[in-house]
């Protein structure tokens, strides 16, 4: 397993839910089990999409930064305390993003949707932690 192989499915995962939330979030919602936003409440649907849509950015931000890094990775020493720092933070982040998109499941979505998320989530911070323990050459 090629960290940068690694970074680059996440990027691309990443980037298209970003893109779909971006502009389609009202539907994308749907698959988590939010139904049919209410649309006798106006101010309230758009909160909630605008919401969506946020998500959707930092979604596409986050992996077209982590797009970037699997160049960077690709080019340098793989003992470098760079790579750790970013690694570190990865798995930091990753736990924090499992952690609420697990709780988000049981209290609010209970849906299959969630499930593949939260799993997604944990999968990677997995991966992440296992090229941050691995023996460096």
Do not use: C, H
């Not at 909630?48 to 160049?71: C, Y």
């Amino acid at each position: 397993m090629n960290l940068s192989k690694v970074l680059s499915v996440n990027a691309i995962l990443f980037m298209a839910v970003g893109i779909a939330f971006t502009l389609f979030a009202p539907n994308v919602l749907a698959y988590f089990g939010t139904g049919l936003l209410p649309g006798d409440n106006v101010l309230y649907y758009w909160n909630v999409v605008a919401f969506a849509r946020m998500f959707g950015a930092i979604l596409l931000t986050l992996g077209l930064v982590l797009w970037g890094l699997r160049g960077f990775f690709a080019e340098t020493i793989d003992t470098s305390q760079a790579r750790r720092e970013v690694l570190f933070s990865l798995v930091f982040g990753f736990i924090i993003i499992t952690i609420a998109a697990i709780t988000q499941q049981a209290s609010v979505w209970g849906s299959l949707t969630g499930w593949l998320v939260s799993g997604l989530f944990a999968v990677f911070g997995l991966i992440y932690i296992y090229f941050l323990a691995k023996k460096e050459r």
